[in-house]
């Protein structure tokens, strides 16, 4: 068992509070295998004194994950991984993700910025969630 090496950062201007932007950062993380079980998130102390945000926060994420059966918490030891969310998809990532940054590539080279790269992919990615629900 080992601390995880997942590093926690907030973006006040995303309309997330922020305990579920760390909920999400976990979860991403054990999606791509970057947190396996057995791993050790930061302490709450930690990713406090990281972020300067109150502990309650960070006890309110560590909770949320532990209600979905992601994280346990060891009293006095730390809250470690206990289920992971990687797939049998983990292995599409690579070659999917080499296209995505090319997507990036010439998104940036069309002169769009960071702001607007998000947005647009966003509004895509909604809308063609949207229709595969229709």
């Known amino acids: ?31 791509l295998d970057l947190l396996r ?44 991984v206990t289920r992971t969310l990687a797939g049998e998809s983990l292995a599409a990532h690579g070659p999917l993700r080499k296209e995505l940054e090319r997507w990036l590539a010439k998104a940036r080279m069309a002169g769009l910025d960071e702001e607007s790269i998000e947005a647009l992919f966003m509004t895509t990615f909604r809308s063609a969630s949207q229709a595969d629900i229709a």
């Open 1 to 31: 068992m080992e601390v995880a090496v997942i590093e926690f950062h907030l973006d006040s201007g995303s309309g997330v509070s922020p305990y579920m932007q760390l909920v999400r950062q976990v979860r991403h993380a054990l999606r």
């Open 37 to 80: 079980v057995g791993d050790q998130l930061p302490t709450v102390k930690d990713v406090v004194a990281q972020l300067a945000i109150n502990p309650n926060t960070v006890l309110k994420a560590y909770r949320e994950l532990e209600h979905e059966g992601l994280v346990a918490p060891r009293p006095g030891v730390g809250t470690f």
